[in-house]
């Protein structure tokens, strides 16, 4: 069979992008999604050492019943040594990679892409890959795991030493210093002081209700430290949406039953508690918070009730 010169151009040109199209397959060929059983054998090609954890109470929001860490010392790869990693499965699927020591440098070293910046991190979009230059460190996600922010948790289980406290420090309700209604000069500290991080901006004018948001970074709900986005119309938070995984909506649903009682509204896209001032959302997996006012004016503009 002949093949002519612009398929050869052709592939000459996208061969490049199919080889770092994933990240991932530094560690000996694996992809995300892929089986506990086949990363294992794979890593265990490549690991000085490698130790299993399986937690006892799932909290990893793209799990739905299953959580699992392999966390790997010493990984060898084409381009280099990488002190340590952990491999996250969620119901027996690869979902998360986060890497330390010479992270950096080993996972970036044949990519040609172009990073972006955002916060403190250089981003390579289309890899799902984010870096920490300061902390030499690097996690690779899946687009769910862009969603929910995963980027900005550090995985807990890299350290072997770890001791699961989440019963006794976390909570199953709504963070109880989200004060819809409060000031924004009240609230950011206390933002600030609940989250990890954070960063504010100012928004585009698209939504009305609002001129300000502060990005939340690492808000305990549920036993896992989230992203929420708290906006602000008029100095004053009248908006907060917390960003969550399909895989957990039961956990949620549970969760908010307890506290506001039985929804007042449900749709394929929304259950609706509190009188129309928390909503559970379906189709994004977020909870969105709302002031009073809004709530009700959503109840009769959005939700025709």
């Given amino acids: 069979m002949k093949i002519n010169n612009f398929f050869l151009a052709f592939l000459s040109l996208i061969f490049p992008l199919m080889l770092s199209a994933q990240v991932e397959s530094v560690f000996n060929d694996i992809r995300l999604n892929q089986s506990l059983q086949v990363v294992t054998q794979k890593l265990s090609e490549i690991s000085e050492s490698s130790t299993i954890i399986s937690i006892d109470e799932t909290n990893f929001p793209l799990a739905i019943s299953k959580e699992e860490h392999l966390v790997c010392s010493q990984v060898k790869t084409d381009n280099g040594i990488i002190n340590s990693v952990v491999f996250t499965f969620a119901d027996d699927k690869l979902k998360y990679i986060e890497a330390r020591g010479n992270a950096r440098k080993t996972l970036t070293k044949t990519l040609t892409d172009t990073t972006r910046t955002y916060l403190d991190y250089d981003v390579y979009v289309a890899l799902k890959l984010f870096l920490k230059q300061k902390e030499d460190a690097a996690w ?15 995985n807990p289980y890299l350290h072997l030493g770890y001791k699961n406290e989440t019963k006794s420090k976390s909570s199953s309700q709504i963070p109880i210093f989200i004060k819809m209604g409060a000031s924004l000069d009240e609230l ?3 933002l600030e002081a609940n989250s990890n991080f954070t960063n504010t901006e100012k928004l585009d004018g698209t939504d009305p209700n609002a001129q300000t948001q502060i990005n939340c970074f690492g808000v305990d709900y549920l036993g896992f430290p989230r992203k929420i986005e708290a906006r602000f119309g008029n100095n004053i938070l009248n908006v907060v949406w917390l960003l969550t995984g399909k895989e957990e909506e ?3 649903r549970k969760a908010l039953t307890n506290q506001y009682g039985k929804p007042i509204f449900v749709n394929d896209v929304w259950e609706v508690f509190n009188n129309w001032q928390v909503a ?26």
């Fill in 250 to 252: 039961d956990r949620i």
């Fill in 140 to 154: 690779i996600l899946t687009q769910e795991g862009m969603h929910t922010g995963l980027f900005a948790w550090e």
């Fill in 280 to 305: 559970l959302r379906k189709d994004k997996p977020e909870v969105l918070l709302m002031e009073k006012k809004i709530g009700l004016e959503y109840k009769t503009s959005y939700f025709k009730q």
């Fill in 188 to 190: 950011k500290p206390v």
